[in-house]
Structures are given as C-alpha cells and as structure tokens.
C-alpha cells in the first residue's frame, strides 16, 4: 500500500517562487515514478510532472521550463519546485503514483497580487 502526502504550498505572488514536497510511504511496494498533479478552481484534476525511480522527469507543456521534479535517493520524499508561477498555477497540488486510490490531502498553491 503507497500512502503519500503534500506540503509546501501557499500564497504567492506572480512571478514567486514554491517547492513542494510529497512524502511517499510504501510498505512492501517499489514505487517507480511519483505523478504531481494539480486541480485548478472548477476543473479537474490535470498531470503536470512525472519523476522516475532513476530520475527521469517529463513535464506538461503548461509548466515546462518552469516547474522542476527532483527526489531524494530513496524515492521517500519528492519535490516540485516551481518558479515564475503565474495566476492560472493556482489550484491544489497532489502527488501519487500510478493507479493508487490512496490520494493525499493535497497542498493548496495561490498565485495572486
């Protein structure tokens, strides 16, 4: 079972700066890649960053050049920095992997004046 939980989010100017991290438990599962995701006021819920076990990462074309995935060695915390952020990055953040029902809490990130 892959429990995960996010943390770092908050209010931010345009053109601000946030990391968020995801801690990733898993008991008795190798977790392969953590999927940050992020649900915009009204919308659903969209991938935006994708980090691999070796250190891959593939990000959507909204964030791309903006946000950077990173991971400790252990796969056991994973971050989103996310720079130049703009008023649409506004939405709550969460992190998962790949067919887990188990989501966490999620972090909220506003980007206003």
């Known amino acids: 079972q892959v429990q995960v939980g996010e943390s770092g989010g908050g209010l931010v100017q345009p053109g601000g700066s946030l990391r968020l991290s995801c801690v990733v438990s898993?008991?008795?599962?190798?977790?392969?890649?953590i999927l940050w995701y992020r649900q915009a006021p009204g919308k659903q819920r969209e991938w935006i960053a994708t980090?691999?076990?070796?250190?891959?990462?593939n990000y959507a074309n909204s964030v791309k050049g903006r946000f950077t995935a990173s991971k400790d060695n252990a796969m056991s915390t994973v971050y989103l920095q996310m720079n130049s952020l703009k008023p649409d990055d506004t939405g709550v953040y969460f992190c998962?992997?790949?067919?887990?029902?188990?989501w966490g809490q999620g972090t909220q990130v506003t980007v206003s004046s």
């Open positions: 980090i691999t076990r070796g250190g891959s990462t």
């Open positions: 998962n992997t790949l067919g887990n029902d188990n």
């Open positions: 898993a008991s008795g599962f190798r977790v392969n890649a």
